[in-house]
């Protein structure tokens, strides 16, 4: 009897057809398992017996990526919280999230449970930054840095330095004059500028040019893929940090061998001993990758902010007219008394102060921040599993009517009474808040009083955002500046 075989049965029957067959399946098997170890994956984050937040986990490892960069990240959020509610799951950029966007669940998160919540950044960017800087550690190493870091910038640190940051301004407003200017691009130089005289003191070393120079070759390759090959933009980015590094360490030598600590944060880190091991100085690298890590916190979310007010000046003729009488009421007293600005000129700015705010709740530069599970956490009656991303959503709350009504106007005027309690937090909030919030209103303050007064503002000529004051302020960015700039902080 003869049997009739299938034709891919009859083609194995030879032992070269045999090894083909073999060839054709393996692929097919390798594919099957990943598709295997993707659904295993999938089920291993729904527990069957938990209650999970709810929300959609998109598809597998994808998950919702391709929807968040798709759809403007504004609507994302929003869609899903009206769908929702205040806390719901997503998958996005490999990770499984749980989005939070209530003011009390967000308090939890960041202050009251912080503990189970550890702070969260990729490894590409650790690296980038400097293992040993403080945003990345939880418990006695860090609050010993927050301690050193906050105390650098509490206000009665920073009165001392009104007068050098105006003299920065005042470096800049001329090389504004008769020229179109990238608003960002020059607000960031500002703000670098008085970062480094920050960490560093005012009187600064010889090799601060060198230290500038690397730093903004490192900042050029930070948001680029993390692949670190000879001409990736990555790989150079990288170089410059080792650069930077040997650069710092030499100062950092420098300083101690002549026991002059000099000024600023690297001053105050130099001094520095633990109490309980006496003598237990901060390492060379802890110490660089603080500084590193203060001047990376400071320039580009100030710089944002500062972009921000303009734009909503621009915007708001009445608004900017008030600003500049807020103002020229205090450069009159200035010029009579024929002295700069200080630091009480700066407390007697309500006006610009409330659009400061009003604007760091609008354009809510960090929309979010990165957590993540520590262990198991039963929260707010969901379950939320070790190693899950917890979002606080600042953007979301920032933008909820029921504490901001009609929050997409800008109405500075709302800050005349203040927020309820945990609803605005531009600065963060629990033991990772921003120690800087002080110095980065005294240098937006400082800036808006020379520019209102200095510059007039003229109506726009096209369509971009444009600033006339004697020349042309251009703002370049539009709604997505927001999404560029949380990018730059978490991802
Ligand atoms: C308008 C400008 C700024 C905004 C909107 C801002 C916002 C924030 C936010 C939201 C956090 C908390 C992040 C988190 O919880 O994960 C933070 C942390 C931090 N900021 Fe700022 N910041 C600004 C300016 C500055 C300045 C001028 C400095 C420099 C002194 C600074 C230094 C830091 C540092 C060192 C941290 C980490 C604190 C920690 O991990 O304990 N920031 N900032």
Not at 178 to 186: D, S
Not at 260 to 278: I, N, S, Y
Not at 320 to 336: H, P, Y
Not at 472 to 482: A, Q
Request: hydrophobic share 40%.
């Amino acid at each position: 009897m003869q049997l009739s075989l299938s034709p891919p049965l009859a083609f194995a029957t030879s032992r070269y057809s045999q090894v083909q067959v073999v060839f054709l399946m393996v692929p097919g098997v390798l594919f099957c398992c990943f598709l295997l170890l993707l659904v295993y994956l999938q089920w291993q984050y729904h527990p069957k017996d938990k209650r999970l937040p709810p929300g959609s986990m998109g598809w597998p490892y994808i998950g919702e990526t391709l929807k968040l960069y798709a759809e403007n990240p504004n609507s994302f959020f929003f869609n899903r919280q009206k769908r929702f509610g205040d806390i719901f799951k997503t998958h996005i950029l490999g990770c499984p999230c749980v989005m939070i966007s209530s003011p009390e669940a967000a308090r939890i998160v960041l202050v009251t449970r912080a503990h189970l919540f550890k702070p969260t950044y990729p490894t590409s960017k650790e690296k980038m930054i400097g293992p040993e800087a403080l945003f990345f550690h939880q418990g006695a190493y860090h609050s010993r840095l927050k301690k050193l870091v906050q105390a650098s910038f509490l206000p009665s640190a920073i009165r001392g330095s009104v007068s050098e940051i105006e003299q920065i301004v005042l470096r800049f407003l001329p090389s504004w004059k008769n020229t179109t200017i990238n608003t960002l691009q020059e607000m960031k130089r500002y703000a670098f500028d008085v970062a480094v005289i920050s960490a560093f003191g005012e009187k600064q070393d010889l090799e601060m040019e060198g230290i500038k120079h690397l730093y903004q070759r490192l900042e050029k390759g930070y948001n680029s893929m993390p692949l670190d090959l000879p001409g990736t933009p990555f790989h150079k980015a990288m170089k410059a940090r080792k650069q930077l590094n040997e650069t710092l360490k030499k100062l950092i030598q420098k300083r101690r061998q002549s026991r002059r600590q000099g000024g600023g944060l690297l001053g105050v880190l130099l001094g520095d001993k633990d109490d309980e091991k006496l003598n237990n100085q901060l390492s060379d690298s802890q110490i660089a990758d603080n500084i590193i890590g203060v001047i990376f916190a400071a320039h580009d979310t100030t710089a944002s902010v500062l972009t921000w007010i303009l734009k909503y000046l621009h915007d708001n003729e009445d608004l900017l007219e008030a600003v500049t009488r807020e103002q020229e009421g205090i450069r009159s007293k200035l010029v009579e008394a024929n002295r700069g600005l200080t630091w009480d000129d700066t407390r007697r700015m309500p006006l610009t102060s409330r659009v400061i705010q009003e604007t760091l709740r609008t354009a809510s530069i960090l929309s979010f921040t990165f957590r993540e599970a520590v262990q198991d956490v039963e929260f707010e009656g969901f379950f939320i599993p070790k190693g899950w991303k917890v979002l606080p959503l600042f953007r979301s709350i920032h933008h909820c009517a029921d504490f901001f009504p009609r929050p997409e106007k800008f109405d500075p005027s709302r800050f005349e009474v203040p927020p309820k309690p945990n609803t605005f937090m531009p600065f963060g909030n629990g033991l990772h808040s921003c120690p800087g919030s002080e110095l980065a209103k005294l240098e937006m303050l400082i800036l808006l009083h020379h520019l209102t007064t200095t510059y007039r503002s003229l109506p726009p000529l096209s369509l971009s955002y444009t600033l006339i004051y004697h020349t042309r302020v251009k703002i370049t960015h539009d709604d997505k500046l927001n999404y560029i700039n949380q990018r730059i902080w978490v991802i």
